[in-house]
């Protein structure tokens, strides 16, 4: 190996390598290393799963921390998952096994008389989670010179997970807190496979320390193989129907009807290309969906005597459950499926994979791009993707009802991705109070006791605070004195409130994220998961791919008995919609608009998509903003994201207008106009006389307000100013509004013939 990065590595390292038969260092990884081992800066590196980002990272900061050891925990490593923290731990041990430098794994699940080994002399790596850093930031806050003041390096692994959460903003309110003890700035390191604008992630990543940022990026693509299969499932059939059978597909005399098909056919289809390959990943969009497919592909093993390897994993499942569905898919000699949400789709190793199989569209271009990447993980074999896209068979009122947008979404984002490699930008809250109040309330128990401008000083000089006021702080001292979360101590500092005290002493307090409120599921001693609410006893619910009979709930403990079973499952969970950029909307659009066919569509997924195209020109639906419906509704077609979408739905409430049937962001239906003249210049007028966002911010009730966990303790008028500039996209809404009247602009001689 001749590559000058090489060398520049400790000798022990140089040995690792070799050991692991690595024929050369990749050109990104010698440009890593020769970035971190040179002048200081931060870095960047932006480079495809599996890839070897992590090495790149981590084989010059162990090198520079052999050759000067630091007086305190020399590196920190943050994860966004304990697993992710789990898997890098067991690599770490097997690169540091004879360097003398300690590891230590520190989260919720790490026994506590290793944390406190490993603190009596910290030195070494410590790899953590965002939360346990906050513990650790809050509980030893007069420990941290001694435990981070010579720190050198921070690598926070999945920065596109962070970016735009308030979890990411968290982050960088820590290392910023940690920057204070530290005798130097510490360089941090930034991993990812997805950011859609790198320069966003450049200043995330700085935040305000005085360092560069320099970003890396591996121009290597592995070759990428896909195919996508549709199913239409029929609706029920009532006992004096014939039975459904499978029509011949002729694409000449095609009807939606003709492509119903049995749901069994679809699940059959799925488990036939499961048993064909050694190592399969499933990735669905819900653990509902997540827990039907493990059950489903179970059943067809066990009826048709086949060997059954199917796991299902995501974050309600027990970690002992989830762990052995990991270790079944890094065992090479063993079969394995593993159904998951996004709990595997972040780099956790899983050996070599075969496929990855997507149910129905991902919500995002990133998380598209990070699921195909789990296979195809070593030696440069292709990544392979299959997706199942579904749809319901029903009676659609309208075209909008009709179009199979699940579809449309799915090969969009492919096709965003393949053509362009675009992926989304962050979208970066200017006023992320919840998280003000946490690290609020996280500094005030840190330091016992601050007057009110050293703690300004402190809170608003973290860098995802720069466009909160000093106006805004103030508000909100006050109203947490009043709502007693602060108390005024004699000599004027401010403390924690006897109300406050419940709240930032339980250790749910760490996290910013909402919590569930969840029961836990026990068969006899064995922890199977957690659901979010109690079935009935004699119930059934399904969890970790098995039906369970409720045996016993105890509401106190929160423990649900149970034992398996056969029959009907119930709904375990509930979650939110997804988030769809405007990107997307548009080249949907744009493929309706087409007649190429993208060559991994199989038959039945052309067939569909014809069909639609055909649906969508006899209806107009791509000339046309409006179409008119029965009895003086209206149908919008806007073809902008959710969050321009959920504005223009609020902009149209606020000018009076009769909002109805919202299926975000793909349409609605509007209602109130006796023709189509009148409905535009109503839509005009709001055009020339648009209410301000903090107009349409404060019709909002409270309850819309309450976007993240700490909100509710935020005062009201803060809640609307964020609400009106984090939530809202006026400007983008207006923009779609008046895109959607000039579709329209022979709309008045238009509408005689759509006047009754």
Known sequence: MSDSAFYQLAPFVQEFIYRHRWDELRPFQSEAIAAILGAPQHVLICSATASGKTEAALLPIITRLHEDPPQSIGALYIGPLKALINDQFLRLNDLLDDSGIPVQSWHGDVPQSKKTGFLRRA????????????????????????????????????????????????????????????????????????VGEPKLAMRWLQGNSPLPTRKIDSTARPPIKLALEYFRFPKPISEDEPTLTQLPLDADSASLTQLNVDPALYYAHMHSLTQRAAKTLIFANSRDGVEQIGLALRKISQREKLPSFYHVHHGNVSAPLRESAEAAMRAPDALACVAATVTLELGIDLGQLDQVIQVNATHTVSSFVQRLGRSGRR????????????????????????????????????????????????????????????????????????TPPQLAERVLGLAPFAQVTQDHFRALLRHLLVIDHLQQAPGGGLIIGFSAEKIVNHYSFFAVFSDETLFRVRDKSREIGTVQSPPAVDDTLVLA????????????????????????????????????????????????????????????????????????????????????????????????????????????????????????????????????????????????????????????????????????????????????SDHLDLPGALACLRGMLGMEREAPAAAKSFTG
Request: glycine content about 6%; proline content about 6%.
């Open 545 to 724: 791919g098995y039906i369970w009979r409720v045996l016993h709930v105890d509401y106190q403990q929160r423990i649900i008995e149970v034992v398996r079973a056969q029959g009907r499952k119930g709904q375990a969970w509930h979650g939110g919609g997804p988030d769809i950029h405007s990107r997307v909307l548009q080249r949907m659009r744009q493929l309706l608009q087409t007649e190429s066919e993208p060559n991994y569509l199989y038959e039945r997924a052309k067939m569909r998509l014809g069909l639609a195209r055909g649906a969508a020109k006899r209806a107009g639906l791509l000339d046309k903003a409006l179409l008119p419906l029965a009895n003086g509704r209206w149908l919008l077609l806007p073809w902008c994201g959710t969050r321009q979408f959920d504005t223009l739905m609020t902009l149209l409430r606020h000018a009076g207008m009769e909002v109805r049937e919202p299926y975000t962001p793909y349409y609605a239906v509007l209602g109130g106009c006796n023709n189509l003249a009148e409905l535009v210049n109503a839509l005009a007028g709001i055009c020339a006389n648009p209410p301000s966002a903090a107009q349409l911010a404060s019709q909002q009730p409270p309850e819309a307000l309450h976007r993240e966990k700490y909100d509710r303790f935020v005062p009201p008028e803060l809640l609307r100013e964020s609400y009106a």
């Open 379 to 450: 030696g440069g074999s292709a990544s392979k993707m299959f997706f199942y896209c579904s749809e319901d068979d029903r009676d659609a009122a309208h075209i909008g009802e009709e179009m199979p947008w699940n579809l449309l979404q799915t090969i969009a984002i492919i096709q965003l991705y393949a053509e362009e490699r675009w992926i989304e930008p962050p979208h970066i809250a200017r006023l992320p109070n919840s998280l003000l109040y946490h690290q609020t309330m996280s500094t005030v128990y840190a330091h016992t006791e601050l």
């Open 123 to 194: 030195r070494g790596i410590l790899q953590i989670t965002p939360e346990s850093l906050e513990a650790m930031l809050m509980r030893r806050h007069h420990e941290l010179t001694r435990l981070f003041g010579d720190l050198r390096f921070v690598v926070i692994d999945e920065v596109h997970a962070f970016l735009a959460s308030d979890r990411g903003r968290q982050v960088i309110c820590q290392l910023e807190r940690l920057s204070r003890v530290s005798q130097q700035p510490f360089r941090r390191i930034g991993l990812s496979a997805t």
